[in-house]
């Protein structure tokens, strides 16, 4: 199981502290720091059922500097748009060793992902 975490967010605190205690040996990824491929964010979007538009963070400033609001929903280009801006990511996301994705926001999102 590995978390996409970014421990400036509460969200993303409260469910790495939830995967520590029920999944001890998963991986943490600072996906700010070692942000993923556009290759790796199709597979988390497909995982998810989710276009990459849907799983960025709107409201960051970054967003708004890039005017994606007003973007084509080109799939190709939002990944790599993603890729080169990570804190442009939803978060936190859990992958499960079962090759499901979960954007684990909400406390039913996180027991999905846990269950």
């Known amino acids: 199981m590995e ?3 970014n421990p400036r967010c509460s969200k993303s605190r409260t469910a790495k502290s939830a995967l520590t205690g029920t999944h001890p040996d998963h991986t943490e990824r ?9 290759e790796e964010l199709s597979d988390v979007c497909d995982r998810l059922g989710l276009q990459p538009w849907e ?3 709107m409201k960051e400033p970054r967003a708004k ?18 890729a080169d801006n990570p804190v442009l990511i939803e978060r936190p996301i859990v992958l499960t060793d079962d090759g ?15 269950g």
């Open 30 to 38: 600072r996906y700010l720091d070692d942000p993923p491929t556009p």
């Open 65 to 82: 500097e890039l005017n994606l609001a007003e973007q084509p929903r080109d799939r190709a280009t939002w990944l790599r748009t993603l």
């Open 55 to 57: 799983i960025t963070r």
């Open 100 to 114: 499901r994705a979960h954007i684990a926001r909400t406390p039913e999102a996180l027991d999905d992902a846990l």
């Open 3 to 5: 978390i996409w975490h």
